[in-house]
Each structure stands twice: as C-alpha cells, then as structure tokens.
C-alpha cells in the first residue's frame, strides 16, 4: 500500500501575549514572533530563488522588517492568520526581487512527495525527479510559481493565496491549474510519469 502522503505544516500561531509584547516593540516579543515564522518565510523564499545565502537572508530579513513596519495594522480578529499574512509579505518581497533579477528558482528536492516502493534506486530517481521539478518549476512565471509554491508546499488556501497574490480565488485557482498543466507535460518530456 502507498505512503500517505505528507500531513500539512502545522503553523501554530502566536499567542496573544507575545503578538501584543511583539506589537508594543518588545525585543523578547518581537524575537519569538522571528523565531516562531523565521522556518517557513525562509523555505518559501528559498524555494523561490536561487539559495544564494546572502539573498534568501536578505529577502527574509526584508520581509521581517515589513512585518514590524505593519504588525500594528494587523487585525488580529480578521480573517487572515497571522502565519499567512506574513508568509503574504514575503511572497510579495520574493515576486518583486525576481521581477527585478528575473533570478532562477530553487525547489528542494528532498520535499519532493513519492510512493513508497522496494526497489533500490528509488533514492536516484527521486534525485532525477527533484532536479526535473526544480528545472521545471523554474520555467513558471513568478506568479504561477508563487501560487504554486504557497498551496503545494505552503497549505496556504485558496483565499489566502489571493490575498498573498493580490487578486481573486478564481484568478488563483486558474494560475495553480495552468501551473500544473505545465509541470506535468515538462515532466513527462523529461521522461517522468505525473
């Protein structure tokens, strides 16, 4: 029987005592807002662009500091979560540095989900098809990159993505549908059954 597939990221949110510290600009409430969404604004922009150092920590500090520019805006009873919003900002930080530079993605392969199965060069083949995805995500305007980026390895919804993305669900939908459409024809002229 095939492996279930990967259960979503669990993003439990910050609780209300260190939003409001981290609001007021409280150094120990602002560092655990850091540290509690540091994990996953670092694996969205590194999946975005190149994993240049300097740039993912750049791009992920910038998005930082616009949290802490805006966390006061932040409503905290609306509707979107906090992990979202700022997972938002990043994806908005990452679309314009690769608006600018145009930069190559970078999808790590490891989180690349395969059927279990007992022969031994699965390990290679998961390889190539992490290299095939990679090349081919890379192929995808930014904004279908993002879109699929931000429900495939994010969980983002449908809503929270348009709103990462600034447009409308239907708009979102359409971008993950034509982005998949495409992943799955370069995949398969690179050899690879989707």
């Not at 616009?66 to 700022?86: C, E, H, P, Q, Y």
């Not at 081919?136 to 709103?163: C, G, K, M, N, T």
Request: hydrophobic share 40%; glycine share 4%; aromatic share 8%.
């Amino acid at each position: 029987m095939p492996a279930p597939p990967p259960s979503p990221p669990a993003y439990a949110e910050l609780d209300d005592v260190t939003f409001e510290r981290a609001r007021d600009g409280d150094t120990a409430g602002c560092r655990a807002l850091v540290q509690r969404y540091e994990r996953p604004v670092f694996a969205l922009v590194a999946r975005m662009v190149v994993p240049e150092r300097d740039c993912v920590e750049d791009l992920a500090q910038e998005t930082f500091l616009r949290v802490f520019t805006a966390l006061s805006r932040f409503d905290r009873n609306g509707t979107a979560k906090l992990s979202s919003w700022i997972l938002t900002i990043a994806t908005r930080v990452t679309i314009d540095h690769l608006r600018k530079r145009k930069d190559a993605l970078f999808v790590d392969a490891s989180v690349v989900p395969l059927q279990a199965s007992n022969r031994a060069d699965d390990g290679a083949r998961r390889r190539e098809l992490g290299r095939a995805l990679q090349e081919s995500v890379a192929e995808l305007a930014p904004p279908f990159r993002a879109a699929f980026l931000l429900r495939e390895y994010h969980h983002l919804s449908y809503d929270e993505i348009a709103q990462a993305l600034e447009c409308d669900a239907g708009t979102v939908k359409s971008r993950l549908n034509r982005a998949r459409r495409s992943l799955r024809t370069a995949l398969q002229e690179r050899g690879f059954d989707a």
